[in-house]
């Protein structure tokens, strides 16, 4: 076994979902993370939340844009966005996580969590989202310390109720939420949240909330979900685009790869694990069409 944990263990489906180009990528990514957030909140009880994890990067932001766009931004018309069945949902049940995040201060447009609440602050109805932002320099605290505080936020969380089908099966990661959806960007080398190849950060699955303090892309000091808290997800989606990242995808869909050369192919969710790419990022992968 790797020390990232053996990828194939356990887990649910694995999908590839073909798009055109970034653009379709990120619009239908949109479309499918609130229909996925609908479908949640329509099997629980209210007020039981939803729990999703946002990405960072590229096509991490275009997607959130996407979604301000498809619930109403602050320019649509307020009688077309109440007609919108978006308006309906109970969007204060649902909250949002980070899968990593840039230990700078929370001003730098280099944080994942400014980018998100750029895009999604430009649709009213998500004001009432919770927002669980990782720590930032400005808070002081030993990069240690910062993810010790993260960690404990998740752990407030771990009681949720979830998904009643996959809960109790033994694999989520004590002290974190049952994650709902959490969505990955994937970096050319195949690093996902800030898990890079070849670092410790790899060697501890088990820590929740893990310090890079090398990382190879920077900025170098960064905070991030440990591989078992991303393996606790319900469903993970690995959202990319662009052929510099076709290596990285087909080197994250083969299951005999090594997690320490390519972290991506660790990450896996409970019951479903979706490759959602465009052609570019799928043209290393046979049959993509492309
Ligand atoms: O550094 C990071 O990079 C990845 C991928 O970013 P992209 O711009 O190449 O799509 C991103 O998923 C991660 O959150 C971020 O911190």
Do not use: C
């Not at 991506?264 to 492309?290: E, F, Q």
């Amino acid at each position: 076994m790797t020390p990232g944990g053996d990828p194939g263990q356990g887990v649910g489906d694995v999908e590839v979902a073909l798009h055109e180009d970034a653009e379709d990528l990120a619009r239908t990514t949109a479309a499918r993370l609130i229909s996925a957030v609908a479908d949640v909140l329509g099997s629980r009880p209210a007020p039981a939340p939803v729990h999703v994890v946002l990405t960072g990067g590229r096509v991490g932001g275009r997607t959130l844009e996407a979604v301000a766009a498809a619930v109403g931004t602050e320019e649509d018309d307020p009688a077309d966005v109440a007609e919108d069945p978006t308006a309906a949902l109970d969007w204060s049940r649902v909250h949002l996580w980070f899968g990593d995040e840039r230990l700078v201060e929370a001003s730098s447009d280099e944080r994942n969590d400014a980018q998100a609440r750029a895009a999604l602050g430009r649709a009213p109805l998500l004001a009432a989202v919770h927002w669980h932002p990782m720590p930032s320099a400005d808070d002081g605290l030993a990069p240690v310390d910062a993810a010790a505080r993260y960690a404990a936020e998740l752990a407030e969380h771990a009681e949720d109720l979830g998904d009643p089908e996959v809960d109790g099966d033994g694999r989520r990661s004590p002290g974190v939420p049952a994650f709902d959806v959490l969505m990955l960007g994937v970096g050319p080398d195949g690093h996902v949240a800030s898990l890079f190849p070849g670092r410790p950060t790899l060697g501890t699955p088990e820590v929740a909330v893990v310090v890079e303090d090398d990382a190879p892309k920077p900025p170098a000091l960064r905070l991030s979900l440990g591989l078992d808290a991303i393996r606790s997800a319900v469903e993970v989606w690995l959202v990319v685009a662009g052929d510099d990242k076709a290596r990285a995808v087909a080197r994250g869909l083969d299951d005999t790869e090594d997690v320490q050369r390519t972290p991506a192919v660790a990450a896996r969710g409970r019951r479903a694990t979706r490759w959602l790419v465009d052609r570019g990022a799928a043209s290393r992968l046979a049959g993509d069409g492309g």
